[in-house]
């Protein structure tokens, strides 16, 4: 009995448990730690690109309007109308389409401006070559315009100097002029005071003294008639050189 017992025993502990087969994993799924059932995979499937909304009906009139202004070849009012579309919506095919019409018009600098903002926009290969094809016939037409500006600035700078110049000229002649006229104008004072000054002298000195009854006088005269050359001697250089001063002073204002 105890050795029948010790052999159940024995065959219970040294004997091979079956294993149990567990689940296989799903790929891209790993189970949870804490045993709760596991997510299911996420989706791999590629994003599909976003397209844009189609236009409006009033948004498409004015592509429509801008684009048979082109054909017709009046490309001012292509670009005005394309740019009137674009301020209703900020289209990436208005862009290109009114940079085309200005780069007819030659205004390349601003269609230069235009092909950026639609390169910005990301546009599909094909567009993009083309719109860097038409940008860089634009290029040299930008340069030689700003060269030709800079030649006509540093010839606007040329001629405003030289009218400055001519300005700080006519100023001092005006000046000079100026102070020749007080200058001439003070000779012929001073040249007039002195001519009178000599006639008063010759006057003073033809006169003589004038014989008066009276003895007072007689003798007051008497003192005159003794200085009467030396009168005429100063009164008739002073009167000479006034009238010479005068009239130098005159010929000099006519100048």
């Known amino acids: 009995m105890i050795v029948s017992l010790f052999a159940w025993v024995a065959w219970c502990t040294f004997a091979e448990v079956p294993a149990v087969a567990m689940p296989a994993k799903s790929p891209g799924v790993e189970a949870p730690a ?3 059932p596991p997510e299911p995979p996420a989706d791999e499937s590629p994003a599909t690109e976003t397209v844009p909304p189609p236009l409006t009906a009033a948004e498409q009139e004015f592509l429509d309007r801008g684009q048979a202004a082109y054909q017709r070849g009046e490309f001012a ?4 109308e394309l740019e009137r579309g674009y301020a ?3 289209a990436p095919v208005f862009l290109y389409a009114r940079a085309q019409a200005v780069r007819r018009l030659g205004r390349c600098a601003v269609a230069i ?4 903002q639609y390169l910005a926009t990301g546009p599909p290969p094909v567009n993009r070559a083309d719109a860097l ?3 860089a016939t634009c290029v040299p037409v930008v340069a030689a315009e700003r060269e030709a500006e800079r030649a006509k600035q540093a010839e606007r700078d ?3 100097a030289e009218r400055r110049e ?4 006519d100023k001092r002649a005006t000046a000079l002029k100026e102070r020749r006229r007080r200058t001439t104008v003070g000779l012929l004072a001073t040249g007039a005071v002195i001519g009178v000054a000599g006639a008063v002298l010759i006057g003073i ?3 003589g003294a004038v014989r008066q009854k009276s003895t007072m006088m007689y003798e007051e005269f008497g003192r005159l008639e003794g200085t009467k050359r030396a009168t005429l001697a100063a009164g008739v250089p002073m009167f000479t050189l006034g009238v010479v001063g005068v009239i130098l002073s005159s010929l000099r204002m006519r100048r």
């Open 34 to 36: 804490d045993g709760a």
């Open 205 to 207: 000195g033809v006169s």
């Open 88 to 90: 209703l919506r900020r």
């Open 113 to 116: 401006e235009l092909y950026d």
């Open 158 to 160: 040329k001629r405003e």
């Open 133 to 135: 094809d038409n940008r």
């Open 166 to 169: 001519r300005e700080a000229w």
């Open 77 to 80: 009012v292509a670009s005005d």
